[in-house]
């Protein structure tokens, strides 16, 4: 058997690519497909009384994108500033009635990817509410890796202030004359 045709039998129709990232020394990983695009770390607009974990905003090809910084979402501590440090377009897809929308979010070291079997994920025995985006976990000889599901990633009210459902129209922001 040729390498490139024991290549195709290793990788079963069960395989799926993951983008792998850090938070601190651990581990997570993202399903690729979610993956729009990953950039270098940009110059992001600070947006006034939003959460610490909204790091800002940018344009993306004519559309402004909400950028989380998932270290301070999950941990309570901003992204490092790291040459690995990237931002990451997903399509989020938090609510079925909205098309799927781009969401940026800022992850350490995320610089490698996995190809295994997504069914290698299992449950780590927490109901963990509070974040449930934090999916079930894959063992390998680095340790634990931990899923994160993009879909699960922001609440309803959280999704409501980055995406309402009826955005602002700035003919509203004039005052009448």
């Known amino acids: 058997m040729d390498e490139l045709a024991h ?3 290793s990788v079963g129709a069960k395989s799926a690519l993951f983008l792998v990232f850090c938070i601190g020394q651990e581990r997570y990983a993202l399903q690729a497909v979610d993956v729009v695009e990953v950039l270098p770390r940009l ?31 999950t941990f309570g501590r901003p992204a490092q500033l790291r040459t690995s440090t990237r931002l990451v377009l997903v399509h989020y897809r938090g609510d079925v009635e909205q098309p799927p929308r781009v969401l940026g979010l800022l992850l350490e070291q995320a610089n490698d990817t996995l190809r295994c079997d997504p069914a290698q994920f299992q449950p780590y025995g927490l109901d963990n509410r509070q974040a449930p985006y ?10 634990l890796l931990q899923w994160v599901r993009v879909d699960d990633l922001l609440l309803p009210a959280v999704r409501d202030l980055l995406f309402p459902a009826v955005p602002l129209d700035p003919a509203s922001l004039e005052e009448p004359r």
């Open 7 to 9: 290549k195709r039998s």
């Open 43 to 73: 110059q992001l607009k600070p947006i006034a009384q939003a959460p610490s974990w909204v790091a800002g905003v940018f344009a993306y090809r004519g559309v402004v994108v909400p950028v989380i910084d998932l270290c301070e979402l």
């Open 134 to 143: 934090l999916g079930p976990v894959r063992e390998d000889a680095q340790g």
